[in-house]
């Protein structure tokens, strides 16, 4: 990819169109999203685009949303990732913050109260496919039925599947939690299993839920009218050249590494925990020393490895190596993930 940094190469307007300008990469983009929305299974008529984040496409999932039913509440569990209610917060939108169970799922039973509670014309429902934590998918199937119980017709499902959609997409035995499932969009992030050196998501919505951009030019993608042309080609030949089989490879290497990265962190005592199948695992936050050295998404005294493509057997020895000396000074018992979780989030709902 080095040599296309000598050009300026970016795309503008709907990715379904080509600008007047040439140096674009439309035509890599449309195939890229269009392998997505397969993976997916995504209905006849679809609409996708690349997003300049895994963010960025739940912000414009949302902002379809909104434009389709109005000003309705936002409904998001309280495993849900932080750019959730920021996206709603910058279109406006008001947020309703739904209980978990003890692994990190919603709680049904707490979604249809707060449905009815907060009962409006209208509902926007975020499923978290693979919280930051746990790894939990909320399931869509059941949030249409909880809908369906109230008579909330005008509504729109979106699966944030950022984390684990590809995973699960690739699974014997997924959970509803795609297009075919029910959702109305779904949105993922390109960094983690496709590994991407910059920050890019995915879209991917039903062609009737994909408004027309006010300015006529199509439907809008970002709210800036350039993005970057780059990511879109890196994309598409990362898809290209893995294809299904290539991504199961990686989804596998990953939950072996995960596998044994438990294993090893077994072996020296130090308090872990891990959804089965699941490509990350969490442990209690090592030292600041230790720390210093190796960068861990941290937070409420957790930390998580996250198994992705360029992490290897060395890489987690040369970690474990580091904690080992520390393992004296933490609890044996385990990390109670889900339950520290709850604690965590326990009441923070948004106004």
């Known amino acids: 990819m080095a040599p296309l940094l000598d050009f300026a190469v970016y795309n503008s307007g709907d990715a379904d169109s080509d600008p007047a300008h040439l140096n674009h990469a439309h035509d890599l983009e449309r195939e890229a999203v269009s392998f997505f929305a397969g993976l997916f299974r995504a209905p006849e008529r679809w609409w996708g685009c690349v997003t300049s984040s895994g963010a960025d496409a739940t912000l414009h999932a949302l902002h379809l949303a909104r434009a389709r039913l109005g000003a309705a509440a936002v409904y998001h569990s309280a495993a849900a990732h932080p750019s959730v209610p920021s ?26 109260r707060q449905l009815a509670v ?64 029910g959702a109305d969009s779904i949105s993922l992030s390109e960094n983690t299993i496709i590994g991407l050196p910059m920050p ?72 872990r925990w ?10 209690t936050t090592p030292p600041p020393s230790v720390r210093a050295r190796w960068i ?3 937070a409420h005294g957790l930390s998580r490895i996250i198994c992705h493509p360029g992490i290897t057997c060395q890489h987690i020895d040369e ?9 004296y000074s933490v609890s044996h018992d385990g990390v109670a993930v889900p339950g520290l979780l709850s604690e965590a989030t326990r009441g923070t709902r948004h106004a």
């Open 200 to 271: 890019a998501g995915i879209l991917v919505t039903r062609r009737q839920h994909a408004v027309p951009d006010p300015t006529g030019r199509g439907r809008g993608c970002d709210a800036v009218d350039a993005r970057s042309g780059l990511a879109r080609i890196m994309l598409w030949y990362a898809t290209a050249r893995l294809g299904r089989r290539g991504l199961r490879e990686r989804v596998q290497h990953g939950a072996e590494l995960a596998a044994y990265t438990e294993q090893r962190l077994h072996d020296v005592g130090w308090p």
């Open 87 to 112: 996206a709603a917060r910058l279109l406006g939108l008001h947020t309703v913050v739904v209980a978990i169970d003890p692994t990190g799922e919603m709680d049904y039973d707490d979604l249809t």
């Open 118 to 181: 907060h009962r409006g014309p209208a509902a926007i429902v975020v499923a978290t496919i693979g919280t930051p934590w746990t790894d939990a998918a909320d399931n869509v199937a059941e949030i249409h039925q909880r809908l369906d119980q109230l008579g909330i017709t005008r509504r729109h499902v979106h699966s944030d599947a950022a984390g684990t959609g590809i995973p699960l997409a690739l699974s014997d035995d997924p959970p509803p939690f795609d297009l075919s499932d």
């Open 296 to 298: 861990l998404l941290t």
């Open 274 to 283: 891990r959804r089965p199948g699941a490509l990350a695992v969490v442990l």
């Open 319 to 327: 970690f474990v190596a580091d904690l080992a000396p520390h393992a």
